[in-house]
């Protein structure tokens, strides 16, 4: 199964190399991109194929996706707000400060800030989206198969995924900049 995979990606990279530049400006400008990095993700996870058996594969995929078409719709946001903040006079790729006391404070302090906000989006937006599945398809919250159905497991994961992908493209980078500490 490795194998296979980074050679299906090498395939994919190499035959899609020509055309990055495009399917960036694409993902950065076009009206049409939020919409493509919800449905096309959200298509992809209930296409997955049924099995006659439970596996964790359908959500571990669905949280993959969610989690990407989050950052495709934050990209594109942050763009159209006006691009990622740096602070001034930062250019990209930036240069690796050197190894401080202070510099030590920040990089924990960005931590600690990204796991909270993540973690707490996580919490919040998977709280919710069950309680409103359960609620919409009828299911007691103490069934323990109950998020293994499809029809709860696929939208819960995905709105899950795609807020935290969101919070970590737009407000946690945003946040950094804010209190300082990039």
Known sequence: DVLSGVLISALILSSTYPY???IDRFQLSSSFSPLLGVFLPLFLSYSYPQLDHYSTTRGDTTTILG????CWVGYWLDHQLGGPLHPLGEKIPARLPPLTLNS???GGARSLLGIVALLGTRQLVKTLSLKALFSCYSV???DPNARRRREIEVPYKFVTYMAVGLVNSILVNRGFVL???L
Do not use: I, K, Q
């Open 104 to 106: 030590v404070f920040r």
């Open 20 to 22: 990055w530049e495009s």
């Open 179 to 181: 209190l300082g500490l």
């Open 67 to 70: 989690a990407s078409g989050g």
């Open 140 to 142: 007691e919250n103490s």
